[in-house]
């Protein structure tokens, strides 16, 4: 069992930045990681994965913008973005899959809100 708790949302302007960390309770080393986001009455999308070889995927929306990036020492996961824009409004929430299968393990949550 791995709980994943987020954290840094919150309300920023269109041109600011966030950075948003993922705490695992457990090591993350045999676990690929992703950020997922939910905008208010659409499904949930992909943002941000990065493998535990360090392979990066982005959604388009959020390519030269947004970084994912991975602590192994901490157990924790980063997303950084910059240049933000309203419609990169939503929950975000980090995934855990372990690459030698099993259950993907989510956070709780964390409430990014941008204003034009």
């Known amino acids: 069992q791995v709980q994943l708790v987020e954290s840094g949302g919150g309300l920023v302007q269109a041109g600011g930045s966030l950075r948003l960390s993922c705490a695992a309770s457990?090591?993350?080393?045999?676990?690929?990681l992703g950020w997922y986001r939910q905008a208010p009455g659409k499904q949930r999308e992909l943002v941000a994965l990065?493998?535990?070889?360090?392979?990066?995927t982005y959604v388009d929306s959020v390519k030269g913008r947004f970084t994912i990036s991975r602590d192994n020492a901490k157990n924790t996961v980063y997303l950084q973005m910059i240049s933000l824009k309203p419609e990169d409004t939503g929950a975000y929430y980090c995934?855990?899959?372990?690459?030698?299968?099993?259950?993907?393990?989510w956070g709780q949550g964390t409430q990014v809100t941008v204003s034009s």
């Open positions: 995934t855990a899959r372990n690459i030698w299968g099993g259950i993907d393990y």
């Open positions: 457990a090591s993350i080393l045999t676990f690929n």
């Open positions: 990065i493998s535990t070889g360090g392979t990066i």
